[in-house]
């Protein structure tokens, strides 16, 4: 949640930040703010809502200098105001800060007493007092901000930028991501890469309780207590145009249709010659576990959930999945023996973060599916399966999703095989079948003007009902969620199996009831709930396999999708529903990238 950008360097730096800020609109915010030091002092322009209102405020009064900061704000601490927006500036020294300050209360009224005057309802200003009040007992930029950060206890990336030393800035992390551009005689800090891209690929990731004094040359990181730290450069697979919506009217459409190459991207290099044995170099010593324990929020939980599934049907062996939120606050079972996978498109999920280390505490091996490299999960984990989505922009995500769901399938095909389990010849036409997914996720596509037609008809709905048994519940739980975080109409996932057991009171002639209810070994039963949720009155779509006349006499509307193994389904089901949420959204007229009250990473509690 939240977006910071940082330049020190020779350019005129006010509309770099803001168009940096602009490509990290994704993550949420309601007030935003810069300040830029014009070589004299410092000088802070905030406003409220949309970077459009800060953009006008610049025409206005704009700002010049060569060094910068710039911040989005989703409001933790303290109402969406001007006066609670960052960057926040005390006698000369301005912070940004993404995360939340846990023993702020304790620290402003220390504060307080000591003479400090705040001047917003926010936690982050606690830190700008603490680094003025180091400042002022003569220690310079750096070493103030080491000695402020040792007091605080929490989540926080931030970025420092005072007139006493206007040549650099001063960044730290802990428990919220944040990155360091390398380009030519200039620097860059931010909270994510695509702030950065147009101006430099090279790339520094620092990692927990580390400090970074920042000039236009040079890089200096340490930890709180000034140990030197080194860290590598490295150089970012992405491109601009990857950022941008390439022809699209928004990223998540874009992104919709990014998710056959995506799939083919988590998948190149991880199969042998044969095609049996994925995972070969990611995983050459995996052991079977005695039980799998499988971590994560929102969408990620629904992709553990499939894979769940795929885990227990190739390799036999159990799976727990836990949503990480609850997972973290009781005294999990969870041992030697065991293996934890935490999966979180971001890698800074912070409820997942506490889960995975709660997890490993008690002595698990623990593996992590994410998607960006060196992330805090990353690091903390044992193994990391990266998905190799590239960046995902959109909030509600969707390639992030399939390619979660990608690395599941190829590590239960790997874990069944070393289990013994699996055989191979079955294993090896999986994986044959598998591959051709992307290709048949581009036939899907292809449907888009049916799918649209569908919205059009059904946009107006107060409430929808999405049925799915066995492997398809959880993709029913997605779709439900697709909807109703995009075009804000309520939805509810429900296995269809236990329709009688309370939602059949919910359907009746206004009611839409979408079932997935593609072939496999539930289809016979699927088809019954079908039956009953018409006999109702219920408006049913359904969702099928190619060819299935029984379900089309019965379904008012019906969309077909490809034959594959019920294992696969997911990946094409899925992809229909994505894009029937978002026509029914854009058909609203709602803002489908940046949908209200929701961030893309869930960075803080």
């Not at 960057?87 to 846990?102: D, L, R, S, T, W």
């Not at 003007?449 to 569908?454: G, I, M, S, T, Y």
């Not at 699927?526 to 379900?551: C, F, H, M, Y």
């Not at 094409?572 to 489908?592: M, P, R």
Request: aromatic share 6%.
């Amino acid at each position: 949640m939240c977006g910071i950008i940082g330049y020190v360097g020779s350019r005129d730096c006010a509309p770099l930040i803001l168009e940096g800020l602009k490509r990290l609109e994704y993550r949420g915010y309601d007030s935003a703010g810069i300040a830029v030091f014009d070589g004299t002092r410092l000088k802070i322009t905030r406003s409220v809502g949309k970077l459009a209102n800060l953009e006008k405020a610049l025409r206005e009064k704009p700002l010049s200098g060569t060094v910068g900061i710039g911040h989005t704000r989703w409001a933790t601490h303290g109402k969406p105001s001007e006066q609670n927006a960052h960057p926040h500036e005390v006698n000369g020294i301005a912070v940004i800060h993404n995360g939340i300050i846990e023993n702020y209360v304790d620290l402003k009224a220390e504060l307080s007493a000591a003479g400090s005057v705040f001047k917003s309802e926010t936690d982050t200003e606690v830190i700008a007092h603490l680094v003025d009040q180091e400042a002022g007992r003569g220690k310079g930029l750096f070493e103030a901000v080491c000695a402020a950060l040792r007091r605080v206890r929490g989540a926080y990336a931030i970025v420092v930028v005072s007139e006493r030393e206007p040549g650099k800035l001063v960044a730290a992390k802990n428990a919220s991501p944040m990155i360091v551009g390398i380009g030519d005689d200039e620097r860059f800090i931010a909270s994510d890469v695509p702030a950065i891209l147009p101006y430099t690929r090279q790339v520094m990731y620092m990692y927990e309780e580390e400090v970074a004094e920042v000039t236009a040359r040079t890089v200096r990181v340490t930890d709180l207590h000034g140990a030197e730290k080194t860290r590598e450069v490295r150089v970012v697979d992405a491109t601009p145009a990857m950022a941008e919506k390439g022809g699209h009217r928004h990223f998540m459409h874009k992104e919709i249709f990014e998710q056959p190459r995506a799939l083919m991207d988590t998948i190149r290099g991880r199969l042998s010659a044969d095609r049996k044995t994925p995972l070969d170099g990611e995983m050459p010593g995996l052991s079977v576990p005695g039980a799998v324990k499988i971590i994560a929020c929102g969408t990620s939980w629904h992709a553990a959930l499939i894979g769940k599934f795929m885990i227990e049907e190739l390799a036999r062996v159990p799976v727990e999945v836990d949503l990480a939120s609850e997972f973290r606050y009781r005294d999990p079972i969870v041992g030697k023996g065991e293996l934890v996978v935490a999966i979180s498109q971001s890698g800074e999920t912070a409820d997942t973060l506490a889960a995975l280390r709660e997890a490993r505490s008690k002595g698990a091996h623990a593996l992590a599916i994410c998607n960006v490299v060196d992330s805090s999960i990353a690091r903390e984990a044992d193994t990391v399966l990266y998905t190799r989505a590239g960046p995902e922009i959109g909030v509600a995500s969707t390639k992030a999703f399939v390619t979660q769901m990608a690395v599941l399938f190829l590590f239960a095909v790997r874990l069944g095989l070393v289990s013994g389990r699996l055989d191979p010849a079955r294993a090896q036409a999986l994986v044959r079948e598998f591959t051709h997914i992307p290709s048949l996720m581009e036939e899907v596509l292809r449907l888009e003007q049916k799918v649209q037609d569908l919205a059009r008809e059904f946009m107006h709905a107060s409430d929808f009902l999405y049925l799915g048994r066995g492997i398809n519940y959880p993709v029913a739980l997605e779709g439900a969620l697709k909807l109703k975080e995009i075009s804000y109409i309520h939805a509810e996932g429900y296995p269809a199996g236990e329709m009688k057991h309370g939602p059949i009171a919910l359907i009746d002639e206004e009611m839409p009831v979408l079932v997935v209810a593609t072939r496999g070994r539930s289809y016979e039963k699927v088809l019954s709930n079908v039956q009953e949720a018409k006999a109702r009155g219920g408006r049913i779509i359904a969702l099928v396999t190619w060819g299935d006349a029984r379900t089309r006499e019965i379904a008012d509307r019906v969309l077909e999708i490809p034959d594959v193994h019920d294992l696969l389904q997911p990946f094409l089901t899925s992809v229909s529903l994505q894009l029937l949420a978002y026509h029914i959204a854009d058909l609203k007229g709602n803002d489908v990238d940046q949908p209200r009250n929701l961030a893309k990473s869930v960075t803080v509690e």
